[in-house]
């Protein structure tokens, strides 16, 4: 994979907002890692099949408990699991919107896809946690819309939080990488988000 690179946003509270890739989230060391799952929470492709992979069986163990007790996933919603053997403790699994044509309210349930996975993962005493950019492979979302979502939603999210003190948004290739890094830029100059410091790295 290419060199990594990292966009660090400081926000009220010390609370941070990075923006890093191109990376596998099923490599992060955040405390939970989101999974951009589907209602039947029992698998696919993308990132889903990639976290399945490599966490092991113990993750889809305990999504089938889930859906017994409480049925399929409705897009928007999240739910925790174990990690199973990824480094991440957690994961997070939401369920994007399908993309139709962006007048479905495919913004509202994204928007909430970012915001339902920060609030579990304050409740669950959570301080870190590591999203894929949900809804962008297999649902069709337009990536520079997504990504004003993703940060707009995030950003907003953590000015709540009492546990969760560091969101990354992990971006798999650089195409989608630069699509971000530019919306990034782009909501801090229109002010949308009013980062305290600003800083960029190679790792
Ligand atoms: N790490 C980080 N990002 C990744 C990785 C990875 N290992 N693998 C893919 N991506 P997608 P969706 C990026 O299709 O659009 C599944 O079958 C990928 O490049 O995984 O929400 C589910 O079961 C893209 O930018 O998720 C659902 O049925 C982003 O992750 C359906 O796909 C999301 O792509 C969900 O579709």
Redesign the pocket.
């Given at each position: 994979m290419d060199h990594a690179f990292t966009m660090r946003m400081s926000l009220d509270g010390g609370k941070l907002l990075d923006i890093h890739g191109p990376?596998?989230?099923?490599k992060e060391s955040t405390e939970a890692i989101v999974n951009?799952?589907?209602s039947s929470l029992l698998?696919?492709?993308?990132?889903?099949?990639?976290i399945h992979r490599a966490g092991g069986p113990a993750i889809l163990e305990e999504c089938r408990r889930l859906v017994a007790k409480i049925g399929q996933l409705n897009p928007g919603g999240a739910v925790t699991t174990t990690g199973g053997r990824l480094a991440a403790k957690y994961v997070i699994h939401t369920v994007?919107p399908v993309y139709s044509d962006g007048a479905s309210g495919e913004e509202e349930t994204l928007a909430s896809c970012y915001r339902q996975s920060i609030q579990i993962a304050d409740d669950h005493a959570i301080g870190s946690i590591a999203f894929?950019?949900?809804?962008?492979?297999?649902?069709?979302?337009p990536?520079g819309a997504a990504a004003e979502t993703a940060i707009e939603n995030v950003a907003h999210s953590l000015s709540h939080t009492h546990h969760v003190t560091l969101v990354r948004l992990?971006?798999?290739?650089n195409t989608?990488l630069n699509i971000y890094l530019r919306v990034a830029q782009k909501l801090c100059k229109t002010r949308s988000i009013v980062p305290l410091n600003i800083e960029k790295s190679s790792s």
């Open positions: 990376a596998d989230i099923t951009a799952a589907n698998g696919g492709g993308g990132v889903d099949g990639a994007g894929p950019a949900i809804s962008t492979g297999a649902y069709g979302y990536v992990i971006l798999f290739d989608d």
